[in-house]
């Protein structure tokens, strides 16, 4: 087994938090990976400084070399005892090569982390993962640029949240300038460091061993990824150059090139969020942010035990005027009384859950939802305008789509059973609503301060509804079979005469048919 004796304590993360896909991020290791083969020493460290490399002396790799590698052939992580750390046969066949290395052994950070229990579980990045980094995060392209940092080519990648005040200045982009736009001293490299920023120095690549091996070292970089090649014997590779640009190519198995670990980014939600627990699950019980646009975590670690978020707690966000918008996830179960109390700028609400998940959800009060401050209300990234409780839904609990102001429409299944009191409360824009007759129990005012018409399959109120269960304002029409345009009454059955009126439909133009069957 590979030792780590003294390596573990090298093993520093940067505080810089990067997306590498729409739900992940992650932090850098604060160095290249370097391993030194010496048998009575063979220990894995980072490099002190993000812009140290071995350089040339790359070409002395060998089981017995005295001395630190940083160049290594694609999944050399000693998960197999032919491929370890100091292999440097130029013998395709000699490496690992059957598939993706991501979340095995072969890949290096997950090794260590499984041998040596390292503070966090290390990995190497998949291709797509370096592409997302490059193109797809917000600001992507300028968010990265070619640099010189203490006298050391390489390429800078700055992280999410990146702020130029009081920064040296950065100019973005891979240009024709051999690393020239961007060159920074010590003192100021230190600054931006502080402020999350990644350097990946030109360690060049490694051709074999011994003369004329290493190559291109301060003027191009080679990182290896996870993902294996488009080819036989090849695993995909980051690389960069001033006039070469930046690419991810299928690259010979046996080159050794330079490794940058990550590990998935934590977030503290302890400086965000008060929480309680009991068993596996937390409660929120107070938002001590300052974001306009909150995401509610669905787990969260505390005191090293992971917990499912399922509750919002009891005026948790209650008159945090400044948040915007909130991201709910599917793990949460119930919302406290008055939760989004005056939340007046709270107007846009994603729930990552479905609407039959919706309605398993409890709420306190018609201030608990975070809709209740009027805001959009969007599943699946589409705004509910037209509610279309799914099949299979037996119950919509009370207060459930109060103050849900941008509600056009809403129909029923035939699944379901129960509408709790208040349950579409202040939902203003619903003109009309038919209720089947499987509903047997109605809470009280339903539809509280709106002008809704309801269409009832049933020719009267049943046990199970509530006394009160129509507000003063609603209109109710029994025995129907749906939503009418036109409501008629026989005014004479022996001579087949009717009153046609009100009328519910929006149409500008109406035509009275002369006679109804």
Known sequence: MLKLTGGKSTMKSLNGVFS?????QVNFSSGNLRYYPKSSKRVWEFAEHQYDIIGDANKNIGEYYDGWIDLFGWATSGNDANKNPWLASTSNSDYYSEADIAETDYDWGLKIFNDYGTDYQWRTLTKGEWEYLFTE???AEQLYGLATVVNVKGLIILPDNWSSDDMPAFTYGINNDNYTNNNYTDEQWSLMEDNGAVFLPCAGYRDGSGNYSVNNVGSYGYYWTSSKGDYANTAQQLSFQAYAGRNIVSTLIYTGSAVRLVHDYEKDYSEIFDFSTDGTTATITQYKGSEEDVTIPETVKIDGTVYTVTAVGEEAFMSKG????V???????SFGGKAFYNCSNLKTVHYQGTLSQWCGITFGNEYASPCSNKGVFIVGGEEVTELVIPDGVTSIPAY??????????????????TIGSKAFYMCETISAVFIPNTVTNIGTYIFYGCHTNIFCEVTSALEGWASDWKYFLNNAYWGKNGIMEYNYSITDATNHTAEYGPYFGTAETVSVPQTIT
């Open 400 to 417: 459930a789509f109060s103050y849900c102001q941008n509600l056009k429409s809403v129909s029923f299944p035939s699944t379901l059973t």
């Open 327 to 333: 991201t709910i996830p599917a793990t949460i179960v």
């Open 322 to 325: 400044y948040i915007q918008s």
């Open 20 to 24: 590498v896909s729409a739900d992940k």
């Open 137 to 139: 995060r917000n600001n």
